[in-house]
C-alpha cells in the first residue's frame, strides 16, 4: 500500500472529532438538535400529571370576601357581648333581690319581739323588766346585723377619722381632747370593709 492511500484511510477514520479533545465534530451533524433530543418535553411533562406552578397555586382572596369575613366575625361577638350584658345584669338584679329578701326575713323576728316588748310595756308596770326585754331585743337586733356582716364604727374617745367620721360640730374641750370625738351623734356602721354609713361625731378643738 502506498504512503498516499494511508494517509486517506486516517483522515476517513478522524473524520468528524475535534483534534483538540476528541469529541465530536459539529461540521455537518446537527448537534442543537442532538440537545433538545436530551431534554424532555413540556408535554411529556404535562402527561406524567405535573401540572405547571401557575395553576397549582390558590387564588387569593378578594379584598371584598374579607371585609365580608371580618364584619361576619365582629356582628357575631357582638351578639355574644349583648347576651352577656344582659344575662349579668339579670344575676345581679336577681342577686340583689334575693339578699334583699334573706335581710328582711332576718329582720321579721326582731320586729315580732319588738311587738311583743310593746304589747309587754302596756301591760306591766315593772320598769326594770321592761328595760331588760328591751335590751334583749337590742341584742338580738344586733346578732342579725352581725351575721349579715355590719358592725358599727367605733367612734367614742376615738381620734378623728375622715376615712369612717362625719364630723357636724366642733367644741372646745382641752388640749387632751384635741382632735378626738366627744360624742356621736349618729352610729356609723361597716358592711364587710366598705362604709355603709358614717358616724356623725362632735371634734374637740
Known sequence: MTKQNINNQEDT????????D?????????????????????????EDGE??????????????????????KYMRLQ???????????????????????????NMLSV????????????KSEDITALREGEKLVLQKFEEALRQK????IEAQDKEFDPDFHEAVARFAAGEDKKGKV??????????????????KVVVGE
Open 22 to 46: 476528541g469529541n465530536p465534530s459539529c461540521e455537518g451533524t446537527p448537534c442543537d438538535n442532538m440537545a433538545d433530543d436530551e431534554q424532555p418535553s413540556t408535554d411529556t411533562m404535562a
Open 111 to 122: 320586729l315580732d319581739d319588738m311587738y311583743r316588748a310593746v304589747a309587754a310595756s302596756e
Open 182 to 199: 366627744i360624742d356621736v351623734v349618729q352610729r356609723g356602721y361597716m358592711l364587710g370593709d366598705k362604709v355603709l354609713r358614717y358616724a
Open 51 to 72: 401540572q405547571p406552578a401557575e395553576e397549582q397555586s390558590v387564588a387569593e382572596p378578594t379584598p371584598e370576601e374579607v371585609i365580608a369575613v371580618w364584619r361576619d
Open 149 to 152: 356582716s355590719v358592725t358599727e
Open 79 to 105: 351578639a355574644e357581648f349583648d347576651n352577656y350584658r344582659k344575662r349579668t345584669l339579670r344575676e345581679k338584679m336577681d342577686l340583689v333581690a334575693s339578699g334583699g329578701a334573706d335581710v328582711i326575713k
Open 13 to 20: 477514520e478522524v473524520k468528524g472529532f475535534n483534534e483538540a
